[in-house]
């Protein structure tokens, strides 16, 4: 393509579904009310980790490290959507476009090695219980929430400016949110640099947790079906129940979203599942925790009837 197609770009329109403005006006009601249950959810899990004693132990300070993730995460993208939405003009500027982009997929990636680090929490609780306080010590675990923020935004930081810094021939993205894959269709000229980078980034931050985390599960399991007693095994069980589900709810929905095949046909149904990928897991999280772990709904009852009486106080 010519140098003369080349556009400077100061501000890009985020046009996804901006065709169907009563779908608009329904994604706009439920987005913001799944918002306010994500801050909500998460902010509780995070109060009670918090105030509840019983929580301090190495999994509910990964479990709020989570929560607080999963509140950043969202936000680096709702709110601004939310506003997209209602705007006529449908603009970000490009740096607005750079920050949502690098924060959204740092945090994604993020998530990524938090969900393996806390496999490995319970890896080490259920394997090796008796020396569980001592490789899980408070100082291994702050650096392993540390570098999950690190080694996240270190698979970020290349594609995302290497697709910045590449001339764009036009500034419409047919997407709801500045996405990497959206940004990448409007860029002039090679782009395979590019999606190498973000083939070996998904390789690396997808698929490698994932095989750690189906490891660290098949030695639990191994663990758990030798343990002699029903109730040791239902109790072992129950600690890992919730973070399976999430896990399965996260991987299901990342690699059913970016392995299935594209189609034009279904551009509309793969742009709202896209973002509701980015929803509804943080949404369910604090309640899959809640439903299937003992200490999380005592702590929330425990939290709840306190309230109750200070009010009739």
């Not at 918090?50 to 709020?64: S, V």
Request: charged share 15%.
């Amino acid at each position: 393509m010519e140098k003369g197609n080349y556009t400077a770009v100061t501000e890009f329109f985020l046009v996804g579904l901006s065709y169907y403005p009563s779908l608009q006006m329904f994604l706009y009601a439920i987005c913001l009310m799944m918002y306010l249950v994500i801050l909500l959810g998460n902010s509780m899990i995070i109060t009670i980790s918090i105030l509840d004693p019983h929580l301090h132990t190495r999994m509910y300070f990964f479990l709020g490290n989570l929560s607080f993730l999963d509140m950043c995460y969202t936000s680096s993208f709702i709110p601004q959507m939310l506003i997209t939405v209602m705007s006529e003009r449908k603009s970000i500027s490009f740096i607005g476009c750079a920050l949502q982009m690098i924060l959204s997929f740092g945090l994604g990636c993020t998530e990524c090695i938090l969900l393996a680090v806390m496999a490995f929490d319970r890896y080490v609780a259920i394997c090796n219980p008796l020396r569980y306080t001592i490789i899980m010590n408070s100082g291994l675990c702050i650096q392993m929430a540390a570098w999950t923020r690190i080694l996240g935004y270190l698979n970020t930081l290349l594609p995302s400016v290497l697709a910045l810094i590449k001339p764009f021939c036009g500034n419409i993205i047919d997407h709801l949110t500045c996405e990497i894959l959206a940004l990448l269709k409007i860029i002039c000229g090679d782009i395979f640099i590019n999606v190498l980078l973000l083939t070996l980034g998904s390789i690396l931050y997808l698929l490698t947790p994932l095989l750690l985390i189906f490891f660290s599960y098949v030695f639990i399991l191994s663990t758990i079906l030798r343990i002699n007693s029903s109730e040791g095994r239902k109790k072992a069980f129950s600690t890992c129940s919730a973070h399976l589900t999430v896990v399965t709810l996260f991987y299901g929905s990342a690699l059913f979203m970016y392995i299935k095949p594209k189609s034009k046909d279904t551009k509309i149904f793969d742009e709202i599942f896209g973002l509701s990928y980015g929803v509804i897991t943080p949404m369910l999280n604090p309640i899959i925790y809640s439903l299937r772990n003992k200490e999380v709904k005592d702590a929330v009852e425990k939290l709840l009837l306190r309230n109750l009486y200070l009010k009739r106080m």
